[in-house]
């Protein structure tokens, strides 16, 4: 079983930061990347960013280039999401995923259903 600590939402006014971490817990076998999605009240979950946990490798959403950045954390596989300048449109609950087994291909990243172990999820509030 896998777990998944999630920590660091919170409100924030617009153009303000805020970090996330997850980090993952129990029986990990062969660990492949982790990430986060978002899912805003009436909106469809969607992909943010996601870190290949051997080799670093990171992918981006279009629209949050530049301003996020996702990371490796110090303990082994957990995650750090780095945002800054953020936007009202993008509060939101924020979720960590994780994959493990079989590499994932580069165009699967952002597909939820690629992704087997998911937090519970920690609210991004960001102020106009």
């Known amino acids: 079983q896998v777990q998944l600590t999630e920590s660091g939402g919170g409100l924030v006014q617009a153009g303000g930061s805020l970090r996330l971490s997850c980090a993952a817990s129990?029986?990990?076998?062969?660990?492949?990347?982790m990430g986060w999605f978002r899912q805003a009240p009436g909106k469809e979950r969607e992909f943010v960013a996601t870190?290949?946990?051997?080799?670093?490798?990171?992918y981006y959403r279009s629209s949050v280039k530049g301003r996020f950045t996702i990371s490796r954390g110090n303990a082994k596989n957990t995650v750090d999401l780095q945002m800054n300048s953020l936007t009202p449109e993008e509060t939101a609950v924020y979720y960590c995923?994780?994959?493990?087994?079989?590499?994932?291909?580069?165009?699967?990243?952002?597909?939820?259903?690629?992704?087997?172990?998911w937090g519970q999820g920690t609210q991004v509030t960001v102020s106009s």
């Open positions: 870190i290949r946990l051997s080799g670093g490798n990171t």
């Open positions: 129990g029986q990990i076998v062969s660990p492949d990347v």
């Open positions: 995923a994780f994959r493990t087994g079989n590499r994932i291909i580069v165009s699967a990243v952002a597909s939820a259903d690629s992704y087997r172990y």
